[in-house]
């Protein structure tokens, strides 16, 4: 990380909700790690904010949950299973998708 990259990178759902995360943590989704490359010529990797028109704030705090989970367990040998509402099921698997 260059000395003018922030610890903190700001995640914006589709509803204009903001999640402020560590950026090691942001990075673990592939998509995310591709727009905060300082190498690319994204203005996410300039101005450290990721817009995703497609995911609602209520996916993208459990998506930022998991982010920092799967920081948390990375190294753990049975991993217990993460609780969030059945109903959004669907929703996360979509997003799961585009952020693998």
């Known amino acids: 990380m260059s ?4 610890s903190y990178v700001t995640l914006i759902s ?3 909700f ?5 950026r090691e943590s942001a990075c673990v989704a592939g998509p995310i790690k591709r727009m905060l490359d300082p190498t690319s010529n994204f203005a996410e990797a300039v101005s450290g904010r990721c817009v995703f028109s ?3 704030g209520a996916i993208l705090e459990i998506v ?9 367990t990375k190294d753990e040998i049975d991993v ?3 609780d969030f509402p059945s109903e959004l099921c669907l929703e996360l698997l979509m997003a799961a998708d585009f952020l693998q």
Do not use: A, H, T
């Not at 000395?3 to 922030?6: A, G, R, Y």
């Not at 930022?64 to 948390?72: D, G, R, S, V, W």
């Open 3 to 6: 000395s003018s990259q922030s």
């Open 80 to 82: 217990p299973d993460m």
């Open 64 to 72: 930022c949950e998991y982010l920092y989970f799967n920081e948390k």
């Open 54 to 56: 497609n995911i609602s």
């Open 18 to 22: 903001e999640f402020i995360v560590r």
């Open 14 to 16: 589709s509803d204009g």
